[in-house]
Nanobody, 130 residues
Framework: QLQLVESGGGLVQPGGSLRLSCAAS????????IGWFRQAPGKEREGSLC????????FYADSVKGRFTISRDNAKNTVYLEMNNLKPEDTAVYYC???????????????????????WGQGTQVTVSS
């Protein structure tokens, strides 16, 4: 069974950078689309960005476009979230999620809706504050 563990969260100042990791065990991430979601205090969970299992398709929410970058290293069974120019509104618990893909079409897709994903990590806290 696939298990996901996020790491890399912490306290950073506005304008700073942080790299989050989503490490998988129990299965290989190569066949999974990966999404990053975040939940700010008192807010609903929202999608930030995702990458297809093939790596050929990505989606970036407007709130993070140009600042966040998603990538995957299948050899390390890990997906990364590079976060640059962080803002206070980026403060949230960040979760990675995975969806098994089977078809060729599915391997080229990622969807930024939480219901799409079957596996979730425990989350890692990112706090952006002066």
């Amino acid at each position: 069974q696939l298990q996901l563990v996020e790491s890399g969260g912490g306290l950073v100042q506005p304008g700073g950078s942080l790299r989050l990791s989503c490490a998988a065990s129990g299965s290989t991430l190569a066949a999974y689309a990966i999404g990053w979601f975040r939940q700010a205090p008192g807010k609903e969970r929202e999608g930030s960005l995702c990458i297809s299992s093939s790596g050929g398709s990505t989606f970036y929410a407007d709130s993070v476009k140009g600042r966040f970058t998603i990538s995957r290293d299948n050899a390390k069974n890990t997906v990364y979230l590079e976060m640059n120019n962080l803002k206070p509104e980026d403060t949230a618990v960040y979760y990675c999620a995975a969806k098994m893909t089977v078809t060729t079409i599915a391997r080229g897709l990622c969807v930024m809706t939480s219901g799409f994903y079957d596996y979730w990590g425990q989350g890692t806290q990112v706090t952006v504050s002066s």
